[in-house]
């Protein structure tokens, strides 16, 4: 069965961005150990993300240039970017430019996941909007040891504490890894 899944990284103090909308100062946290990524990615069939992670992910690694890491990066898996521009495709990548509501792209992003789960790489603006719907199973989150004094926010909701249910805490390195099952959003 599909599940909608937000797995990221973010600051001690809840940022998954700084104010520049970059992602450079949690590659600069050494990380030691980390969560099997490899075994992450096997139960994946699709992934979701917003324009701003796209755009910062394409200028980092120099996607356009070199088209053939998408693959490892992401795999063969159809990635939706909501976005209200055109945007640069990588050659040979399964990019899917989206524009308006969640709901109304839902359906064809559970589709296109062939029963695996959908990857909500970020914003976590973008994230916010599948929890809006009640689409949100699981939050899988890895705490930075670090502070920004700004940026992005990790997930932009209001929550009641019922809503969010601790499943597992795990220790990777200096990074705590949290994973939440969400349950549907109070009325």
Known sequence: MTRIVYNTATSLN???????NSLDWLFAVESGE?????????????????????????DSTKLLEHPDKWSSFFG????FVFTSRDLPIPEGADVR???????????????????LDVWLVGGGELVGQFYDIGALDEIQVS???TALTGGAPLF??????????????????GFAHLCYTVHPASD
């Open 143 to 145: 705490i930075a040891p």
């Open 34 to 58: 980390a969560p099997d990524h490899d075994a992450f990615m096997r139960e994946v069939g699709v992934i979701v993300e917003g324009a701003t992670t796209y755009e910062w992910v394409l």
């Open 14 to 20: 809840g940022f998954i961005a700084d104010e520049e």
């Open 156 to 173: 932009p909701r209001d929550t009641d504490p019922g809503d969010l249910e601790l499943t597992e805490v795990k220790r990777y390195g």
């Open 97 to 115: 430019l989206v524009s308006g509501d969640v709901e109304q792209h839902l359906d064809d992003i559970v589709r296109a996941a062939s029963g």
């Open 76 to 79: 063969d898996h159809p990635t």
